[in-house]
Structure formats: structure tokens, C-alpha cells
């Protein structure tokens, strides 16, 4: 049975910092961040492949540095500069594969954490 489970999420106002942790029971080749906003879609956030290599959306570039501590199969997000549009539930993904091209731009996963909520005022 694969798990993640997120950790580290909260409250924090406007330009706050908050890291999020995502500990996994195995080791993925590629894992990734994901937001959910009230009455919104799921939209990919961060993800960082097998190499290390990282990509962002727009929206968090510059701000949500993300990083994979192989040696504790864990994810880390790191959130600075926090604004109120940030708030959302923040589910970490993995897989054992490279990262993958999904529908809608963004990578797709196979296993995914139950989610914490993030809220910014």
C-alpha cells in the first residue's frame, strides 16, 4: 500500500512562509505539489523530476522552491512570500516513473496524499 502523507500546513498572513512536507514509503522517480481553491480545479504547483530537474507554474515561480530529500523519501514545498489567492488544499503526487505529460499542461501522477490545507489572510 503506497502513502503520502502531507504535513506542515495551516494558517500564515500575506507575506508569510510555510513549508510543507510530503513523507512517502517508497522511493518515486518524479513527485510533485498540486492546489486546490475553494470552487476551483485542481492545478499543478511544483514538480521535480528523477534528475532534480524542477518546474513551477506561473503563479508560484520564484516564490515555491521544491525539493526531494531522497536519503527520507521526502518532498518538500517551500512557501514564501504567501498570498491570500495561495489558500487551498495542497496534495503532494508521485510516481515511479519519469515525469509524465497529462492533460491540461501539467505532469500526471499515480499516487497521490490526502491533502492539507494552506490558508493565507
Known amino acids: 500500500h503506497v502513502q503520502l502523507v502531507e504535513s506542515g500546513g495551516g494558517s500564515a498572513q500575506a507575506g508569510g512562509s510555510m513549508r510543507l512536507s510530503c513523507a512517502a514509503v517508497a522511493h518515486f522517480d518524479s513527485m510533485g505539489w498540486f492546489r486546490q481553491a475553494p470552487g476551483m480545479e485542481r492545478e499543478g504547483v511544483a514538480a521535480i523530476d528523477a534528475d532534480g530537474s524542477t518546474y513551477y507554474a506561473d503563479s508560484v515561480k520564484g516564490r515555491f522552491p521544491v525539493s526531494h530529500e531522497k536519503v527520507k523519501n521526502t518532498l518538500y514545498l517551500r512557501m514564501n512570500s504567501l498570498q491570500p489567492e495561495d489558500t487551498g488544499v495542497y496534495y503532494c503526487?508521485?510516481?515511479?516513473?519519469?515525469?509524465?505529460?497529462?492533460?491540461?499542461?501539467?505532469?500526471?501522477?499515480?499516487?497521490w496524499g490526502q491533502g492539507t490545507q494552506v490558508t493565507v489572510s
Open positions: 503526487a508521485a510516481d515511479f516513473t519519469r515525469l509524465r505529460c497529462g492533460q491540461g499542461g501539467w505532469y500526471e501522477y499515480s499516487y
